[in-house]
């Protein structure tokens, strides 16, 4: 149990583009999700924290016009990274924390890695 | 303010045991994770401490002593696949905070 999927595995885009990241939670229901950003041989570094039917809370520093962040609902979250620039060329991980988990385990998706060129 | 402490690397040798400590000082404690990290995966869950002492699982076990801000990741009968990075986290007042990982290479 506690399956978390993300697609795409890994994207490559243009400078100027926008990407958009899923998330999902396949076998339980999300009420938040989190999405992290981790460059090489570095920790993650949370990014945002989302709870379904509302706005995310963007971590200090997070630009949250650019890292669009949706949860629209008990199993998807989306992240949307506008107008890419090659500095944030990263591995994108989202976790989520399920609505009947009492220990706050948090559940990885197996990430997402950006390039922009 | 938000602080984790681990080990940046360690060497072990394989069928050896490896104690990987952490250490925390946050806001609030609501419990602590370990997390392994393959290179270029994302973190797969370890253990979940909220109480003192000792949580065995198979050939990992987790310790956790509150007073102290102290807690630590036991390893036995290594194996190679057991290279990986190995991140404490700590969730209080505000969600997980991650140390920065402790890459532990297992050598034969």
């Known amino acids: 149990g506690a399956v978390v999927s993300q697609h795409p595995s890994w994207v490559i885009c243009k400078s100027g583009t926008s990407v958009k990241i899923e998330c999902r939670s396949l076998?339980?229901?999300?009420?938040?999700m989190f999405w992290y950003r981790q460059f090489p041989k570095q920790s993650l570094m949370l990014m945002a924290t989302?709870?379904?039917?509302?706005?995310?809370?963007?971590e200090q520093g997070v630009e949250k016009d650019k890292f669009l962040i949706n949860h629209a609902s008990l199993t998807l979250s989306t992240l949307t990274v506008t107008s890419a620039h090659p500095e944030d060329s990263s591995f994108y991980i989202c976790?989520?924390?399920?609505?009947?988990?009492?220990?706050?385990?948090?559940?990885f998706g197996p990430g997402t890695r950006l390039t922009v060129l | 303010g938000q602080n984790i402490d681990q080990p940046t690397e360690m060497t072990a040798t394989e069928g050896a045991i490896v104690q990987i400590n952490c250490t925390y000082q946050t806001s609030g404690f609501n419990g602590l994770f370990w997390y392994q990290q393959h290179a270029g995966e994302a973190p797969t869950f370890l253990s979940y401490?909220?109480?003192?002492g000792l949580e065995e699982k198979g050939r990992f076990s987790s310790f956790l002593s509150r007073s102290k801000g102290y807690s630590y990741l036991l390893l036995k009968e290594l194996q190679m696949k057991d290279s990986a990075s190995y991140l404490c986290a700590v969730i209080g007042n505000t969600p997980l905070v991650f140390g920065k990982g402790t890459r532990l290479s297992v050598i034969a």
């Open positions: 989302s709870n379904e039917g509302s706005k995310a809370t963007y």
């Open positions: 401490n909220v109480l003192d």
């Open positions: 976790s989520a924390r399920g609505t009947s988990d009492s220990t706050d385990t948090q559940y």
């Open positions: 076998d339980f229901q999300a009420t938040t």
